[in-house]
C-alpha cells in the first residue's frame, strides 16, 4: 500500500521521535466521539459591559480604523454580547491627542493610537512606537513579548492608570514625497518637510525645517510649495492621498518608522473590572491585530506602489547612501535625548537598545541574507 | 498652560483630521460611566466541549509544543470552562505522521503541525508551509490572510474533512550542521545530509544523498560519519541537540525553509458544531499563535547562536554565491514538479507565485532596504 509506505518513511522525519504507532483503526476505537456535557456557567458571565473606543485616526481609516472595528465585533461575537464596545473615529468624542486623557481618566474604556503621539507628555513612550533607524515590526514583537519590552510598557502607562497592548504595525514606511531632489547631505539644508515627531527632529538637526501640516493641508501645500516634502505612510495610504500627482519624487526607505507598533490602550481600572475570560478575550484581540494589520499593509502595499507608478510621473528614489548615514548618526543623538530625559526612559533605551544588537546581528545571518535570494 | 500648548500643536499632526474638540471636561460629563447591564445568556453556552489536540511535536517540545499547551489554557479561560483541549505529543496517541487521518477521521478534534508533512498524499500542501527559496514568514503571513491563501488552503483541506488555520512560524531557518566544507557547487556531489522534504530533493539533484534518519539518531549519525550534514531548525532548537559538539561548521541561510507556516487543523464537522463565540475564540487563538511563536524564535535564536560559539569550536559560515544560486535553480525545478502534480498543485502555485513576485518587489525596497541601517 502506497499510502501506508508513505506514512512509514515520513514518520522518522523531523519532528517524529516518538516510536508509538497506533493504527488509524485502533485508534479510532480508543477514542470515542466529542463530548458534550452541560457546564455550570459562572455567575459573572451575567454582566454586561458596554464600552467606547476612542481612536486617534479618522472614522474608518483604511486598515487601522477598518480593523479596530472589526476587533470590536469580534469581542462582541466572542463574548456573547457581553462585551460591546462602540469605536470612534477622532473627533468624533475627542480629538486625536485627548484619547490618551480620556482613556486616564475612564471617561471611555478603550483607546487606539500609536505611543509617539504621547511623546510630549511621556518621552520614553516613543519606544513602544517607533525610533528612526529602530527596529523592524518583527524585531518590534520579539521585544514587546519576549524581551521585556511590553513589560516596562505596562510600567509606564500604570502610572497613568492605563494597560496597554501592542495592536498592530505599519511595517516599513516610505520615505516621503518630495519636489526637490536629495542628492547629497547639501540638499537637506534648507529642506521644508511635513515631517513629525523623532523623524522632524532630525530633519531639523540636519538643516531642515520641520513643518507641522494638518492632514488635510498637506496636499496643497505641497502643490503650491508651502513645503518642499512629506511624510505620510506607504504606498496604499499615500495614494490615497493623492501625493503623486503633486510630487516629482518618492523616496525609499522609511528611515524614521522602520515598523511602528500601534497600541489598544484600556483604563486600568475598567480592564481590571472585567472578568478573567473578557480580559483574555481582549488580551488576545490585541495579539490578532497586532499581526492583521502589518499583514494587510504588506498585501497593499505594492500593489499602490504600482498604481503610483503607472499613473504618474512620479520617480521611485532611494536616498543617497551618503544621506542616510548622515541621517542615522544624527538620529543616533535624537534618540539618545529622549533616553536622557528621565530615568525611565533611560531603563526602556538600555533594554531597547540591548535587544535590538541582538537580534540585529541574528537577523543579519537570517531575513537579511536569505530575502537577497528570495 | 504648556500641556494644552503640546495638545493643540500635536493635534494637527499625523492621523489629526478631524476637526472637533471637546474638552476633557466636558467630554467627562457627557460619557458617564461603564454599563453593568444583566445579560441574557443564549442556551448554547450551557453545552461542554471536551477536546483532544494531537500535534507532530514531541510532548511540550520548546516553543511550539508549549505554545499549544498555551493555547488550550487560553481558549479554557476564554470560554470559561466551555471548550477544554487536552494537547498530546507525537506518540502519545498517534505517531506525528498521523495526525492528520485521526483529525480528518474525526478520532480526535484538532491537530498541530505543518503542511508539508503531508506532502506524499498532498502535493500542494507544501506551499501553505515552506518551499525552498520561497516566501519568509512576513510574506506568508500577507498571502495567507490578504493574498488568497488561506482560502485555497481551506478549499484543499475541506476534501479532507479539515478546517486549517496558519498558526506558528519559525522564522528564517539555519542552513544546517556539517562537517564538510562546502566551497563550491562541486562540495555538494556525493555529500550524505539529512535533509527531508522538497530540500532533501535539491540536495538530491545537486548531487549529493537525502538521508532519513529518526531525530534521536541524528546527532550519533553526525558524530558518526554516517551523515556528512543535517540541517535542523534555528539556533535555539539546534543547540538543544548538541550538534555543535559534533559539527565543524553551521552553515546560513537556511535557503531550503524561509519561514514555514505551522497548522492548526480541525476536524470541520466538529468545528462546525462549535457555537460562533467558540469558533472565533479557536480563530483568534490561531492568529495569535502565528505571531506569537516567530516573536520567540527570534528572541531566543540570536542568543543561542552566541551559546553555540561561545561553547564550541564550530564555525559559522554563510554559503557561497555560486552555491545558493545553483540551489537557487535547482529548487525551482523542484517546485515547478510540484506545482504539475495536479490540476489543484498548479493553481496554489500560481496564486503563491504571483504575490511572491509582487512582495518581494515591495520587500526589496521596504524591509531590505531599511535593515541595513539598522
Redesign the interface.
Given at each position: 500500500m502506497k499510502?501506508k509506505k508513505?506514512?512509514r518513511?515520513?514518520?522518522?522525519?523531523?519532528?517524529?521521535?516518538?516510536?508509538?504507532?497506533?493504527t488509524?483503526a485502533s485508534?479510532?476505537a480508543?477514542?470515542g466521539?466529542?463530548?458534550?456535557?452541560?457546564?455550570e456557567?459562572?455567575a459573572y458571565?451575567?454582566?454586561?459591559?458596554?464600552?467606547?473606543c476612542v481612536t486617534?485616526?479618522?472614522p474608518n481609516?483604511p486598515v487601522v480604523g477598518e480593523s479596530i472595528n472589526q476587533l470590536a465585533k469580534?469581542l462582541e461575537?466572542?463574548?456573547?454580547?457581553?462585551l460591546k464596545i462602540k469605536v470612534y473615529?477622532?473627533?468624533?468624542?475627542?480629538?486625536?491627542?485627548?484619547a490618551f486623557?480620556?482613556v486616564t481618566?475612564?471617561?471611555?474604556?478603550m483607546g487606539h493610537?500609536?505611543a509617539y503621539?504621547w511623546a510630549?507628555?511621556i518621552p520614553s513612550a516613543v519606544f513602544f512606537a517607533a525610533v528612526p533607524?529602530?527596529?523592524?515590526?518583527?524585531?518590534m514583537?520579539?521585544?514587546?513579548?519576549?524581551?521585556g519590552g511590553w513589560d516596562l510598557w505596562r510600567e509606564l502607562y500604570a502610572k497613568f492608570g492605563l494597560e496597554p497592548f501592542p495592536c498592530g504595525n505599519t511595517?516599513?514606511q516610505?520615505g516621503g514625497w518630495f519636489n526637490k531632489e536629495i542628492n547629497s547631505v547639501e540638499d537637506l539644508k534648507g529642506l521644508k518637510m511635513r515631517i513629525?515627531?523623532l523623524g522632524g527632529k532630525v530633519i531639523s538637526k540636519a538643516g531642515g525645517s520641520s513643518i507641522?501640516?494638518?492632514?488635510?493641508e498637506i496636499y496643497t501645500n505641497l502643490e503650491r510649495g508651502v513645503i518642499d516634502a512629506t511624510e505620510?505612510i506607504?504606498?496604499y495610504h499615500d495614494y490615497l492621498m493623492g501625493f503623486h500627482r503633486v510630487a516629482k519624487y518618492y523616496y525609499?526607505?522609511?528611515?524614521h518608522e522602520?515598523g511602528p507598533t500601534l497600541e489598544l490602550f484600556c483604563n486600568k481600572k475598567?480592564y481590571e473590572?472585567l472578568p478573567?475570560?473578557l480580559q483574555?478575550?481582549v488580551r488576545?484581540?490585541s495579539?490578532?491585530y497586532?499581526?492583521?494589520m502589518?499583514?494587510?499593509f504588506?498585501?497593499?502595499?505594492?500593489?499602490y506602489?504600482n498604481k503610483i507608478v503607472n499613473e504618474s510621473e512620479v520617480q521611485?528614489k532611494?536616498f543617497p547612501e551618503e544621506v542616510?548615514?548622515n541621517l542615522?548618526s544624527i538620529a543616533k543623538e535624537v534618540v539618545e535625548e529622549v533616553a536622557n530625559a528621565d530615568p525611565f526612559a533611560q531603563k526602556v533605551y538600555e533594554s531597547y537598545s540591548k535587544?535590538?544588537k541582538?537580534?540585529?546581528?541574528?537577523?543579519e545571518?537570517?531575513?537579511?541574507?536569505?530575502?537577497?535570494?528570495?
Open positions: 499510502e508513505i506514512q518513511r515520513e514518520f522518522i522525519r523531523k519532528g517524529s521521535f516518538a516510536a508509538g504507532a497506533a488509524s485508534l479510532l480508543a477514542c466521539h466529542t463530548s458534550q456535557k452541560k457546564v456557567l459562572p458571565m451575567s454582566k454586561k459591559f458596554e464600552w467606547k486617534v485616526w479618522p481609516f469580534e461575537t466572542m463574548s456573547s454580547g457581553r473615529g477622532a473627533g468624533e468624542l475627542v480629538p486625536a491627542f485627548e486623557d480620556a481618566l475612564g471617561a471611555v474604556q493610537g500609536v503621539y510630549g507628555k533607524f529602530g527596529m523592524n515590526a518583527q524585531q514583537n520579539a521585544w514587546l513579548y519576549y524581551g511595517g516599513v516610505m513629525p515627531g507641522t501640516v494638518a492632514g488635510g505620510w506607504g504606498p525609499y526607505p522609511g528611515w522602520p475598567a473590572e478573567d475570560d483574555e478575550m488576545m484581540a495579539y490578532k497586532n499581526m492583521l502589518l499583514s494587510e504588506e498585501s497593499k502595499n505594492n500593489e506602489l521611485i532611494r542616510i548615514h542615522k535587544f535590538k541582538d537580534i540585529t546581528a541574528w537577523s545571518i537570517s531575513e537579511q541574507t536569505v530575502t537577497q535570494y528570495l
